[in-house]
C-alpha cells in the first residue's frame, strides 16, 4: 500500500496509465519472461547456448528485478530512469542476441520489449517532473 501511496503522489504526465494497469501488464509479461528467459537458461545450463547470448538475459533480469526496490524502496527516481533505460537496453540486446537461434523467443518478448520502451519513456517523464 505504501508502494502505490508514493505512485500516487509523484506528479505524473496527463497520459500515464493508472496505478492499477502495471499489476495485470507486468502478470502476463512474467509468464513470458518465465518461458522465455526458462528455456534460454536451460540451453545455456545444457551448452546449447553461449554466454554471449545469455549475458543480455541475465542482465536484464538483474535491472528488471531491481526497479522495483530502486523506485518505490529507495523513492529514487533519477537511478530508477537509469535502470530502467539499463533495463530497455539489455532487453532489445538479448532480442537481437538469440533471434538468429530462437526465432520464437525472440518474437514472443515484442509485448515486453514494446511496454519496457513505454516504461522507459513514463519514467524519464516522471523524474523530470518530479525534480
Known amino acids: 500500500m505504501e508502494n502505490y ?6 506528479i505524473k504526465p496527463f497520459w500515464s496509465p493508472p496505478a492499477w494497469i502495471f499489476g495485470p501488464v507486468w502478470m502476463a509479461l512474467y509468464v513470458i519472461i518465465a518461458i522465455t528467459y526458462g528455456v534460454i537458461l536451460y540451453k545455456f ?9 545469455a549475458l543480455p538475459f541475465a542482465l536484464n533480469l538483474i535491472f ?3 526497479f522495483t526496490t530502486i523506485q518505490f524502496g529507495l523513492k529514487n527516481n533519477l537511478l530508477a530512469s537509469i535502470d530502467i533505460i ?3 537496453g539489455t532487453l532489445a540486446w538479448a532480442i537481437i542476441a538469440i533471434y538468429p537461434r ?3 523467443i525472440a518474437i514472443l518478448n515484442i509485448p515486453h520489449l514494446i511496454w519496457v520502451f513505454f516504461a522507459t519513456i ?5 523524474t523530470y517532473l518530479n525534480m
Open 5 to 10: 501511496n508514493y505512485y500516487q503522489m509523484l
Open 102 to 104: 530462437y526465432r520464437w
Open 64 to 66: 528488471n528485478f531491481s
Open 86 to 88: 539499463l533495463v530497455l
Open 45 to 53: 545450463i545444457s551448452k546449447n547456448l553461449s554466454w554471449k547470448i
Open 122 to 126: 513514463l519514467q524519464l517523464n516522471i
